[in-house]
């Protein structure tokens, strides 16, 4: 990767990234359904409770589990191609479209 897409692309922009748009729309699918119009859209649910918040914890411990795994992925990549073992482009005329 060249100097220029250093300065755009790393693990920690990469892994912030991930976790924030994460947080962002759960957090947005949960105040909607679960706070907001919790007592509109309980018609529709396939469960008939709403979950404890127990089990909303141990949601939210699932979730942050699986980011770390795709925070993991992430910087695998990035190790992959400092280590010359892969490369990542930015420019896709560099190689087209189906590339």
């Not at 089990?55 to 992430?74: P, Q």
Request: aromatic share 20%.
């Amino acid at each position: 990767m060249n100097n220029e897409a250093e300065k755009i692309y790393s693990w920690s922009f990469d892994s912030a990234t991930i976790i924030l748009r994460y947080c962002f729309l759960a957090g947005i699918g949960y105040l909607i359904f679960y706070v907001w119009k919790a007592k509109r859209f309980s018609k529709i649910k396939i469960q008939e409770g709403f979950p404890t918040a127990k089990i909303v914890s141990k949601e939210i411990l699932f979730s942050a589990l699986t980011l770390m795994i795709y925070c993991g992925a992430s910087w695998l990549v990035f190790y992959c191609q400092k280590a010359g073992i892969t490369k990542i482009y930015l420019d896709i005329d560099q190689h087209g479209w189906p590339y």
